[in-house]
């Protein structure tokens, strides 16, 4: 964001500005999604990393030039029997210096943008990334087939990656597990981010195949962030979409699940990069796991 200074607004009232400006928005040097356009004017900025997420063959069929590529699989992983889970920390450190990326990297993430899963996982991995301690992560609105569609520069030229040991710090305060979870029932607003017709037991999911919700949870589904384009929403149509289901109380503590994970670290992203919620946690492990024996309480809407 730009802001013009005019030369003769007082000293005392700039400070005050300053002062009022959310400190999540001093810590970031690049918004949290960027259009295809800001993309295409910004990719040369210096300390900005461009990551691909698709799979390596449909890079190796053309990308965005400088795009490096890490597949999403590499950054959600399978563990424990669980599909989209957070890599290990010591896996985690590794694929960030394997990229050459630094704790004061700026990095934009690119998926498909076809599907629903599609974006869901880019902005997955953009909260990932913001896990392991880099601030400045932003995802592309659209994707890479909206650079496509707009006839935007292809390549096929990969860039050479100098690794490095990355020197972040990883928190993972924000991922609970399911014995957190259980104890937070009828304790804590707990949010079920998957389509109305699976939260209600109509619907089932491979991963999650028996009906219904974690007991007590309330929904507010992940895909209808997205308008008819698969373009994000605006924010003050996101903002009155999260207060109507979980309230305007930022500081309240929020637990997000959905079938496998990635659904519910969309909402926290947007949650806390976006719209100034401060105690937004992720289950992880998410339906899959909660079904697991022994099954956590699950109820359906009649």
């Given amino acids: 964001m730009k802001y013009k200074i005019v030369n003769r607004l007082p000293v005392m009232l700039l400070l005050m ?10 810590a970031r040097e690049i918004p949290p999604f960027v259009s295809t356009d800001w993309l295409e004017q910004n990719i040369n900025i210096p300390g900005i990393t461009i990551l691909d997420i698709r799979e390596d063959e449909e890079y190796q069929k053309g990308h965005i030039p400088g795009a ?8 959600a992983v399978e563990k424990s029997g669980l599909v989209r889970e957070l890599p290990d920390e010591k896996e985690l450190l590794e694929l960030l210096g394997s990229i050459g990326v630094k704790v ?18 880019a902005i997955r991995v953009a909260w990932t990334i913001l896990i392991a301690g880099v601030k400045n992560v932003s995802v592309t609105d659209g994707g890479f087939s ?14 050479v990656v100098k690794s490095l040991k990355y020197d972040g710090k990883i928190d993972t305060s924000s991922v609970v597990s399911k014995a957190y979870v259980l104890n937070k029932i009828g304790k804590t607003v707990i949010v079920d981010n998957r389509t109305p017709d699976v939260y209600s037991g109509a619907k089932t999911e491979p991963w999650a195949p028996k009906p219904g919700h974690i007991k007590g949870a309330v929904n507010l589904p992940t895909p209808f962030i997205f308008d008819e384009n698969g373009m994000l929403k605006g924010l003050s149509e996101l903002e009155a979409m999260a207060q109507d289901v979980i309230g305007k109380e930022r500081s309240q503590e ?39 024996e022994p099954s956590g309480p699950v109820e359906t809407v009649r």
């Fill in 17 to 26: 500005i300053l002062v009022m400006l959310p400190s999540a928005c001093k």
């Fill in 68 to 75: 490096i590529n890490v597949s999403v699989n590499s950054w």
């Fill in 104 to 121: 004061d990297s700026k990095i934009v993430v690119v998926g498909r943008g076809i599907s629903d899963f599609d974006r869901a996982d």
């Fill in 146 to 159: 909206k650079w496509v569609n707009e006839k935007r520069v292809v390549t096929l030229d990969s860039p």
């Fill in 254 to 292: 929020l637990i997000f699940y959905c079938g496998a994970g990635p659904f519910s670290s969309v909402w926290s992203y947007l949650l806390t990069e976006m719209l100034g919620y401060t105690n937004v946690k992720v289950y992880d492990g998410s339906m899959q796991e909660w079904i697991m």
